[in-house]
């Protein structure tokens, strides 16, 4: 697992070279919104029960059949793992938006998901289109806490979807 600066140093220990022009503007673009990333998890952490049931309930909404008969997240059991899922999905998009890095997300969360899913038959594009309605809410609730939204933020809800899709 890693994070900007770990990874950043990987680099560049790997090839014996020293912190260039490059890399310290990297650095200095990590640490110049370091503060907004804690404070933005620190807005999702008081809102995260709220954000995943919000988000669950758009999703059925928007695809009613999933907890139809017949659906995947059709009986308790199978709602429940869907309502976890998104859970997981906001808390490691969190520790991803901290560390500035996607690693996490790759090694914690996306590795042999996709098989997993296909092999449950969980349906991937309404499991997408939820952590988009994540994505979307979570902005919502950052922006509402007078903190700037934008690329830093959607990353790593951006980085799930395009390895899931
Ligand atoms: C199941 N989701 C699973 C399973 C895993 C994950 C491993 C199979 C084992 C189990 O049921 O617990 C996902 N586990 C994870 C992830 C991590 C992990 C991401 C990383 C921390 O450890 N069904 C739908 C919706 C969607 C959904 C579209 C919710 C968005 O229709 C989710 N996931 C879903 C459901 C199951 C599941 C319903 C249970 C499927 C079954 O057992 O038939």
């Known amino acids: 697992m890693q994070d900007a600066v770990t990874s950043l140093i990987k680099n560049y220990d790997r090839t014996g070279r020293y912190l260039d022009r490059d890399a310290l503007d990297q650095l200095k673009s990590y640490f110049a919104t370091g503060t ?11 809102n995260a029960a709220d954000l ?14 999933l907890i139809r008969p017949g659906g995947n997240a059709y009986t308790t059991r199978r709602y429940a793992a869907c309502l976890r899922d998104m859970g997981y999905y906001l808390r490691y998009a ?6 500035g890095d996607m690693d996490v997300l790759d090694e914690r969360v996306l590795q042999g998901l996709r098989e997993t899913y296909n ?7 309404p499991t997408v289109f939820g952590i988009g309605i994540l ?11 007078g903190l700037p939204t934008g690329d830093y933020l959607e990353q790593p809800f ?8």
Request: proline share 4%; no cysteine.
């Open 135 to 145: 994505k979307a809410l979570v902005t919502q609730q950052v922006a509402a806490a």
């Open 94 to 99: 969190t520790y991803a938006l901290v560390a």
């Open 36 to 46: 907004v990333r804690v404070q933005a998890a620190g807005v999702i952490n008081s």
């Open 158 to 165: 951006d980085h799930l979807i395009r390895e899931l899709s």
């Open 52 to 65: 995943v049931k919000q988000a669950a309930l758009a999703l059925f909404e928007e695809v009613p059949e």
């Open 119 to 125: 092999s449950l038959s969980v349906p991937v594009g």
